[in-house]
T-cell receptor, first 112, second 114 residues
Framework: GENVEQHPSTLSVQEGDSAVIKCTYSDSASNYFPWYKQELGKRPQLIID?????GEKKDQRIAVTLNKTAKHFSLHITETQPEDSAVYFCAVGETSYDKVIFGPGTSLSVIP | DAGVIQSPRHEVTEMGQEVTLRCKPI?????LFWYRQTMMRGLELLIYFNNNVPIDDSGMPEDRFSAKMPNASFSTLKIQPSEPRDSAVYFCASSLTGGHYEQYFGPGTRLTVT
């Protein structure tokens, strides 16, 4: 089955700096790559997603880049703010049905 | 829409007791997912339904766990008998179907088995 890894597991940055989280997967047939943010004590929420026919997608301070050949994709957060502090999960969608497999998560701390 | 609704929000029970978690998906969403979240194992998919039919239950830990979806607006996850290692936050999520859409998570049920 699909194997999803995330790096780093924890990340601490100064406010205003950029943060990058990388996710790798094993199934070359996967074609859907979302990122979810989970604040402490809250539910996961989708922040951005990308499909295999697109190499990069941006939404204000957040961007995701995809390298299908290398089977990895990354989340980029620019001009980080304290409210960006959370656990970020990448996920990979299988070609059949609607399920995704979540990575183990990256805990991001933005230091004011 | 009120979003995905889960009940109870917190459940404390003794080992050996039966536990039933409930979920009401967003109206119009045909896919429903049950997840378990722990520090050790992260966010695990237990089972998911499409149009009320279980599609993949490979994540269900063992026979003590069972899930049903009798209609499009209600699903249950049952643990019988419960064990301390079942302590976790259980999330229900729903989405549209047919092409990888955003999953909307409920607030979760925090289960503690003593």
């Amino acid at each position: 089955g699909e194997n999803v890894e995330q790096h780093p597991s924890t990340l601490s940055v100064q406010e205003g700096d950029s943060a990058v989280i990388k996710c790798t997967y094993s199934d070359s047939a996967s074609n859907y790559f979302p990122w979810y943010k989970q604040e402490l004590g809250k539910r996961p929420q989708l922040i951005i997603d990308i499909r295999s026919n697109v190499g990069e997608k941006k939404d204000q301070r957040i961007a995701v880049t995809l390298n299908k050949t290398a089977k990895h994709f990354s989340l980029h957060i620019t001009e980080t703010q304290p409210e960006d502090s959370a656990v970020y999960f990448c996920a990979v969608g299988e070609t059949s049905y609607d399920k995704v497999i979540f990575g183990p998560g990256t805990s991001l701390s933005v230091i004011p | 829409d009120a979003g995905v609704i889960q009940s109870p929000r917190h459940e404390v029970t003794e080992m050996g007791q039966e536990v039933t978690l409930r979920c009401k998906p967003i109206s119009g969403h045909n896919s429903l997912f049950w997840y378990r979240q722990t520090m050790m194992r992260g966010l695990e998919l237990l089972i998911y339904f499409n149009n009320n039919v279980p599609i993949d239950d490979s994540g269900m830990p063992e026979d003590r766990f069972s899930a049903k979806m009798p209609n499009a607006s209600f699903s249950t996850l049952k643990i019988q008998p419960s064990e301390p290692r079942d302590s976790a936050v259980y999330f229900c999520a729903s989405s549209l179907t047919g092409g990888h859409y955003e999953q909307y998570f409920g607030p979760g049920t925090r289960l503690t088995v003593t």
